[in-house]
């Protein structure tokens, strides 16, 4: 990322876009993953970084609500949203690497969600590890194991999935942006803007100095109070 990427972003800003309404008075959760969890340093200030996962699980918190999912397993959703690209080894397609995430998440999941100050049922652990694990293979594509694993899992993968779609406005091609065809669960207009407005402020904090988490939090007070600079964040985690 960089500045003339983000420029070209925002002004790329579909005219489409419906307003964003004032947002319900709740909690949304936003996990960000520690960088010693990714492959290397580079890969946590990448494109599928730090702050894209942070995003998604925020995104995934979202959805959840919308949804009307709560407690453990919305808190699961999160915690995947925050590991899903975890063990990418580069910004490109890097098959498989939502299995690997979710071996690594498998063996850590303890040390995970302890950083994150949960704790999770094993069934909740087993819904975000499929979760991972299916999140970047194609529905149609899906082998019969992967099948079977997804119907344990349906809601919590259908959800991360769509999060993680809603932040490809971070990709420099309009072509690569968000495609609801794709999803197997609703999406409410207004989130396309929202997910829009958090990739673009994010990125810039980041840019302009601010670390990962202080670039997130920056994001969310000025998209969470109607895009308006200056405030205070709205607490988040």
Same mark, same amino acid.
């Given at each position: 990322? /960089?500045?003339?990427?983000? =420029?070209?972003?925002?002004?790329?800003?579909?005219?489409?876009?419906?307003? *964003?309404?004032?947002?319900?008075?709740?909690?949304?959760?936003?996990?960000?993953? @520690?960088?010693?969890?990714?492959?290397?340093? =580079?890969?946590?200030?990448?494109?599928?970084?730090?702050?894209?996962?942070? %995003?998604?699980?925020?995104?995934?918190?979202?959805?959840?609500?919308?949804?009307?999912?709560y407690?453990?397993?919305?808190?699961?959703?999160?915690?995947?949203?925050?590991?899903?690209?975890?063990? %990418?080894? +580069? +910004?490109?397609? /890097?098959?498989?690497?939502?299995r %690997?995430?979710?071996?690594?998440?498998?063996?850590?999941?303890a040390?995970?969600c302890?950083?994150?100050?949960?704790? &999770?049922?094993?069934?909740?652990?087993?819904?975000?590890?499929?979760?991972?694990?299916?999140? @970047?293979?194609p529905? =149609?594509?899906?082998?019969?194991?992967?099948? %079977?694993?997804?119907?344990?899992?349906?809601?919590?993968?259908?959800?991360?999935?769509?999060?993680?779609?809603?932040?490809?406005?971070r990709?420099?091609?309009?072509?690569?942006?968000? /495609?609801?065809?794709?999803?197997?669960?609703?999406?409410?207009?207004?989130?396309?803007?929202?997910?829009?407005?958090?990739?673009?402020?994010s990125?810039?904090?980041? &840019? @302009?100095?601010?670390?990962?988490?202080?670039?997130? *939090?920056?994001?969310?007070? *000025?998209?969470?109070?109607?895009?308006?600079?200056?405030?205070?964040?709205?607490?988040?985690?």
């Amino acid at each position: 990322m /960089d500045h003339g990427t983000v =420029e070209w972003i925002t002004e790329h800003r579909p005219a489409t876009f419906p307003a *964003i309404p004032p947002l319900p008075q709740y909690q949304p959760m936003m996990l960000a993953p @520690d960088a010693s969890w990714f492959t290397c340093v =580079e890969q946590s200030d990448s494109l599928h970084g730090v702050r894209h996962c942070a %995003r998604v699980s925020l995104l995934a918190s979202v959805l959840a609500h919308e949804q009307g999912l709560y407690g453990d397993t919305a808190a699961a959703l999160c915690v995947a949203a925050a590991v899903h690209d975890c063990r %990418r080894r +580069d +910004d490109r397609t /890097d098959a498989g690497h939502g299995r %690997r995430a979710a071996r690594w998440f498998a063996k850590n999941a303890a040390s995970v969600c302890a950083c994150f100050g949960l704790r &999770l049922s094993a069934d909740c652990l087993v819904q975000a590890t499929t979760a991972v694990a299916l999140h @970047d293979v194609p529905y =149609e594509e899906f082998t019969p194991a992967q099948v %079977r694993a997804y119907r344990r899992a349906e809601q919590v993968t259908d959800l991360l999935k769509a999060a993680d779609c809603l932040d490809r406005y971070r990709l420099p091609a309009v072509r690569w942006w968000p /495609d609801p065809s794709r999803l197997r669960t609703p999406v409410p207009d207004w989130l396309y803007p929202f997910a829009f407005d958090l990739v673009v402020r994010s990125e810039r904090a980041r &840019l @302009d100095g601010a670390g990962h988490e202080a670039a997130l *939090i920056h994001a969310c007070s *000025i998209v969470f109070q109607g895009g308006q600079e200056g405030h205070d964040a709205k607490p988040v985690g």
